[in-house]
């Protein structure tokens, strides 16, 4: 099971319907204000500025608050407020459900605490991430979930050294490159784009692939393995998604595509770095972010 | 009889995983592969299956897509989209919105896609 909300959860259980899913949460779509309408309702901003700043958002992943603020429309105090309100008067999925009759207290209960423990698995702790790149939020999220997903998915625990940034037009250690038999990597778009690249040697590959095609993947294809590589990065990528989603991001991942070799820094992108331990074979885990927002990856 | 499922990934592994899991199952038979949406409507079209288990993010035609046309074929179809992009108010619910009868997410453990088929067929003998 992946991360999940809480409704997915519930209809994948069957403990409600589908219809029903769908009809909680347009109540909560008409009960819960969002922040920019309620920052217009108490006449903190214009409708003017709750405009700009949602444009704002489109290249720029903050949170409409944050911006705000940035953007001089708001003051810190008054987002609080704002933030406050949102909290004291949020129907919550499970409390739509229990208005709607879909559901009883009793069992409301009991499958929030399944949930709980469930999601627990995969809950977020963070990974420092170097200073001066844009999106570090999105390689925090990659990183921890990297590491819980080799365990949850390839069934091996990996150990992660601090991340560093790489300097201009250097690989990072291209001995160790050569040996990595499988490289993919993933457009990950939050506000800026980051690309998440993922090395790993022949035997790492096998073990992934063996995990999740169900059967011992030795003698497979080199296309079925490196396709299983490739799935894999698509489970880490998008769970990010799913667990930034639930922090407010709006997150967007492109199909794994196969690279021939490691990008390097250059003028306009920079490479982040993190040392990967594991008790046999190679693991290389980098990123591709940008020095400045608007630069292409 | 077994039931017929379409399996509908553009990944190789995750298909040969779903066979796999199905495969410990008396009651269904995997009975055609798809890699992409188009393929999956014509596979549909020729093979009348019981339940399809599609993904919904795959190139050239994505699972959503799909979804439409083959509701639009038969407003009866049994589809269970596979996401890693848990979240609703996203593509999840999209696919729920359009008529697909569950969601499950990746990874995912056998009990669960046993569960997901063993509901809907359940569903199904009591209507």
Not at chain 2, 17 to 29: F, G, P, S, T
Not at chain 2, 61 to 81: F, N
Request: contains cysteine; charged residues 25%; glycine residues 6%.
């Amino acid at each position: 099971m992946g991360i999940q909300f809480f409704g997915e959860f519930l209809i994948e259980r069957w403990v409600i319907t589908r219809d029903q899913l769908l009809e909680a949460v347009e109540l909560q779509e008409y009960r819960n204000t969002r922040f920019g309408d309620m920052a217009v309702e108490k006449g903190f901003i214009t409708q003017q500025q709750a405009k700009q700043v949602n444009e704002r958002q489109r290249v720029e992943d903050l949170r409409f608050g944050d911006l705000a603020v940035q953007m001089g429309f708001m003051t810190k105090d008054q987002v609080r407020s704002i933030l406050t309100m949102q909290k004291n008067n949020h129907l919550f999925l499970g409390e739509s459900l229990l208005e709607l009759g879909h559901i009883t207290d009793d069992i409301l209960e009991r499958e929030l605490e399944f949930f709980e423990e469930e999601q627990k698995k995969l809950a977020d702790s963070n990974v420092p991430v170097p200073e001066g790149i844009d999106g570090s939020h999105v390689v925090s999220a990659c990183m921890d979930l990297t590491r819980k997903m080799f365990l949850r998915v390839g069934g091996m625990i990996i150990k992660l050294g601090d991340g560093h940034l790489l300097p201009k037009n250097d690989n990072g250690n291209v001995e160790q490159s050569s040996d990595l038999h499988v490289l993919v990597s993933v457009p990950i778009v939050s506000g800026v784009p980051v690309r998440y690249i993922l090395g790993v040697s022949s035997d790492i590959a096998v073990q992934l692939a063996s995990n999740i095609i169900g059967q011992d993947a030795t003698r497979e294809s080199e296309a079925l393995v490196e396709d299983a590589v490739r799935e894999f990065c698509n489970m880490v990528c998008g769970n990010v998604a799913a667990r930034l989603a639930k922090q407010g991001f709006d997150v967007d991942i492109a199909p794994p595509e196969s690279l021939e070799k490691m990008p390097v820094s250059d003028d306009v992108r920079v490479v982040v770095k993190y040392p990967v331990r594991v008790t046999s074979g190679l693991v290389d885990v980098r990123f591709l972010a940008l020095h400045a927002a608007g630069a292409e990856t | 009889m077994k039931h017929k499922v379409l399996i509908v990934d553009d990944s190789a592994a995750l298909a040969r995983q779903l066979q796999n899991v199905l495969a410990e199952m008396d009651e269904y038979e995997v009975v055609g592969s798809a890699a992409d949406g188009a393929q999956a409507i014509k596979m549909y079209k020729t093979l009348n299956p019981d339940v399809v288990l599609m993904d919904i993010v795959m190139p050239m035609m994505d699972g959503l897509q799909s979804l439409r046309t083959i509701l639009k074929l038969d407003a009866s179809a049994k589809v269970v989209m596979i996401s890693s992009l848990g979240g609703v108010g996203s593509k999840v619910e999209e696919a729920l919105r359009l008529g697909a009868q569950n969601v499950i997410s990746k990874p995912f453990d056998k009990e669960q896609i046993y569960s997901v088929l063993k509901k809907i067929f359940e569903s199904d003998s009591r209507q």
